[in-house]
């Protein structure tokens, strides 16, 4: 089993949908968790933080389930430029290793 | 102010030979990341720097990869006897102090094997 799992999709969506990521990690002593963006033969940057208490930025939102080790990430009003790579991320063994899922692709259409 | 930095962005080498890849992180930033990415796949963690001491390095995928950083700032990748199947982009990133921080990442040096 992978250590991070993500939907690889591709998600197709027109614009102004809302759109939910999901992934989860098998390791129960994960420290901090991370969504990162990737556009198409760029480096990846990141897009939030992930917190237990849930944070929202704009359009977006990120939630963990610690308990179900089950991280999320939710587009809502989508736009053509949210087209990339989501990339769900975790830290492990006291830090010293992050961990990237292989990633979800989003495709926004006019 | 300045990213991180990776030399060359391009390699093309012949297998069975040595290569170096270097990383210039953001200057002040005291960790730093070695991740490679294979074409159409996901990053892959190869090693953590915490100053200049790595904790991990079990993400390096055979003796045939080493890293080392001096000085707390600049990092080498060196790849000895490349096989094929090392082709990919090798893509390095920096945090200000450690793996809660974002890490920033550099344009990565894309490695061909022939």
């Known amino acids: 089993r992978k250590e991070v799992e993500q939907d690889p999709g591709p998600f197709n969506v027109p614009e102004g949908a809302t759109v939910a990521f999901n992934c989860t990690y098998s390791n129960s002593a994960s420290q901090s968790f991370f969504w990162y963006r990737q556009d198409c033969r760029k480096e990846p940057k990141l897009l939030m933080s992930v917190y237990s208490s849930g944070n929202e930025d704009g359009r977006f939102t990120a939630q963990l389930n610690r308990a179900s080790q089950y991280i999320s990430l939710l587009i809502r009003d989508s736009k053509l430029s949210d087209s990339a790579t989501y990339l769900c991320v975790v830290n492990v063994n006291g830090g010293f290793k992050t961990i990237f899922g292989a990633g979800t692709r989003l495709f926004v259409k006019a | 102010g300045a990213g991180v930095s990776q030399s060359p962005s391009n390699k093309v080498t012949e297998k069975g030979k040595d290569v170096e890849l270097r990383c210039d992180p953001i200057s002040g930033h005291t960790a730093l990341y070695w991740y490679r990415q294979s074409l159409g796949q996901g990053l892959e963690f190869l090693i953590y720097?915490?100053?200049?001491?790595?904790?991990?390095k079990s993400g390096l995928p055979s003796d045939r990869f080493s890293a080392e950083r001096t000085g707390g700032s600049v990092s080498t990748l060196t790849i000895q006897r490349t096989q094929q199947e090392d082709s990919a982009v090798y893509l390095c990133?920096?945090?200000?102090?450690?793996?809660?921080?974002?890490?920033?990442f550099g344009p990565g040096t894309r490695l061909t094997v022939l």
């Open positions: 720097f915490q100053g200049n001491s790595a904790p991990d």
């Open positions: 990133a920096s945090s200000l102090n450690g793996a809660t921080d974002t890490q920033y």
